[in-house]
């Protein structure tokens, strides 16, 4: 994480979290990418999202802790993500967390289809604003475009628009991740410059399933 930022985590708080989800997966089984996009998108998002909504799609709180000092430490760790996520874009210094998987032959390949998964169940806990938006200006399309077009591209999402999306080339992908953080940047942005209106009002109902995704391998940032 940054080094400017006070609730950024060190690297072995980073892997305390991740061994933690890996053992203890919550309700949509998000690791440490997956939480990380999941806050990307509430914090980036159009209206506040309390921790008493997030929080649920991250660990279950009834049976997700062995005891209180865990449950403590876990959700301190869990908070200081999200605040990072906070300070980050706020000092435009915010970088994705992506998982990291090996392939048969030994190498390592970069990931971005957990984040993009928990950036797209931070979407649904908003979903009638973000949907209604994006239906009705193309600008919010185009600048979720890199996230879009890398989750087609991991096979996160199925649709006749997404299939319509030629395969990225080894320059194209690296471009379209290196290109995810300013997108969040920009999504922020866009919210604080023009909020939900009351017809795009959310309701309470409880936000869809994601999809499943894979989930080997070992997180990067």
């Known amino acids: 994480m940054s080094n400017t930022t006070p609730y950024g985590l060190e690297a072995s708080e ?3 979290l991740h061994e933690y989800l890996v053992a203890h997966p919550g309700p949509v ?25 997030w929080l649920p799609q991250v660990v279950d709180e009834e049976s ?19 605040n990072s996520v906070v300070q980050e ?15 048969e032959d030994g ?3 970069l990931a971005a289809v957990g984040w993009c998964e928990g950036f797209s169940v931070g979407i649904d806990l908003r979903s009638e604003v973000w949907e209604t938006r994006m ?18 591209d991991e096979g996160l999402f199925e649709s006749d628009t997404t299939e319509q999306l030629a ?7 690296e471009l379209l991740l290196r290109a995810i953080g300013g997108a969040v940047a920009d999504v922020q942005q866009y919210w604080r410059e023009q909020p939900p209106q009351p017809d795009e009002a ?7 399933r994601p999809l499943p995704r894979r989930r080997a391998g070992r997180w990067v940032h």
């Open 64 to 82: 997700g802790f062995s005891d209180a000092d865990q449950a403590n430490r876990i959700l301190s760790l869990i908070v200081r993500l999200y």
């Open 89 to 103: 874009l706020e000092a435009f210094t915010y970088e994705p967390i992506f998982g990291e998987y090996e392939e």
């Open 29 to 53: 089984g998000l690791m440490l990418d997956g939480v990380h996009g999941l806050l990307s998108a509430v914090v980036a998002g159009p209206e506040p999202v309390p921790a008493s909504e």
């Open 167 to 173: 395969p990225l080339d080894d320059e194209e992908r």
């Open 135 to 152: 239906a009705s200006d193309p600008r919010l399309m185009d600048l979720l475009d890199p996230i879009i077009r890398i989750s087609a």
């Open 202 to 208: 959310s309701t309470n109902d409880p936000p869809p």
């Open 107 to 109: 190498s390592a390949e």
């Open 14 to 16: 980073l892997d305390e």
